[in-house]
């Protein structure tokens, strides 16, 4: 654009004849014409700043489209995990060991509106400003009985999820409950043992062997008659 415009200036001055050059070259004339020169010369910035900044939204969204949306499965079969906006999260138990507790640390100002929970038995998919965040689960859960709360204070995603096969799994804690206490009575025992043992293997010190004989001594009983030896008449 530009230099379309200085070249119909320079045009433009060449068709002119010499006194009809002089008197155009005026300092009005200087002056409108850099005044001009100048717009154009904005007006090609702006629009050449505009298509720049198209064509790195097309390249973008074209970038963003061809990136294909992660599947629920991998080609193996089985429940991929992937974390695309890259959110730190930590999965623990409630007190009780009831239920899955599932922490996702999202912005604090981010619109509630820009996350969307899908609820599984074994796994949650969670879309977040576009972005796929995908867990499994150790436990089967119940999806009916799960709540999914927003802290307001730190904006983190707190998912509360009842384990299905609790059954199961509370036979499995009775059973190492169980064993747990069978080791600590199987312990005290073999500590009470080994201390009976130890008793019997101490030589007795001088002072107890006396007092052992005193007490033998206390149990014997001396012979003593009731009458006097001299009234007993001599054997024939």
Same mark, same amino acid.
């Given at each position: ?11 433009? /001055? ?11 070259? *005026? ?15 904005? %007006?090609?910035?702006? /629009? ?12 973008? $969204?074209?970038?963003? +489209?061809?990136? !294909?949306? !992660?599947?629920?499965?991998?080609? =193996? ?20 060991? *009831? ?7 999202? !912005? ?18 969670? $879309?977040?400003?576009?972005?796929? *965040? =995908? ?7 119940? @999806?009916?009985?799960?709540? @999914?709360?927003?802290?307001? *204070? ?7 999820? !009842? #384990? ?5 799994? =509370?036979?499995?804690?009775? /059973?190492? /409950?169980?064993?747990?206490? $069978?080791? +600590?009575? %199987? ?31 206390? #149990? ?7 009458? $006097? ?8």
């Amino acid at each position: 654009m530009l230099k379309l415009a200085v070249e119909e200036s320079l045009e433009k /001055k060449r068709t002119m004849d010499p006194e009809e050059y002089k008197q155009s070259y *005026t300092k009005e004339s200087r002056v409108e014409a850099y005044e001009q020169l100048q717009r154009q010369k904005e %007006e090609s910035e702006a /629009k050449s700043k505009e298509n720049s900044m198209f064509s790195d939204f097309r390249e973008f $969204d074209e970038s963003f +489209k061809k990136k !294909p949306i !992660p599947s629920v499965y991998t080609p =193996q079969g089985d429940i991929r995990q992937c974390n695309e906006g890259r959110y730190e999260f930590q999965f623990s138990e409630s007190d009780d060991g *009831t239920c899955i507790l599932l922490e996702m640390k999202l !912005p604090r100002f981010m619109d509630t509106s820009l996350v969307n929970v899908d609820l599984h038995p074994l796994y949650v998919r969670l $879309d977040i400003k576009g972005k796929i *965040t =995908q867990l499994k689960f150790e436990d089967e859960i119940h @999806v009916d009985q799960s709540k @999914v709360q927003r802290s307001q *204070t730190t904006g983190a995603l707190l998912l509360t999820m !009842p #384990k299905a096969n609790l059954s199961e799994i =509370q036979l499995k804690k009775d /059973k190492l /409950k169980r064993k747990a206490e $069978d080791k +600590k009575v %199987e312990a005290k025992i073999q500590a009470l043992e080994k201390v009976q043992q130890e008793a019997k293997q101490v030589p007795l010190e001088p002072m107890e062997i006396r007092e052992a004989q005193a007490r033998k001594e206390e #149990k014997r009983v001396d012979f003593i008659p009731d009458f $006097d030896v001299d009234e007993v008449p001599p054997l024939e």
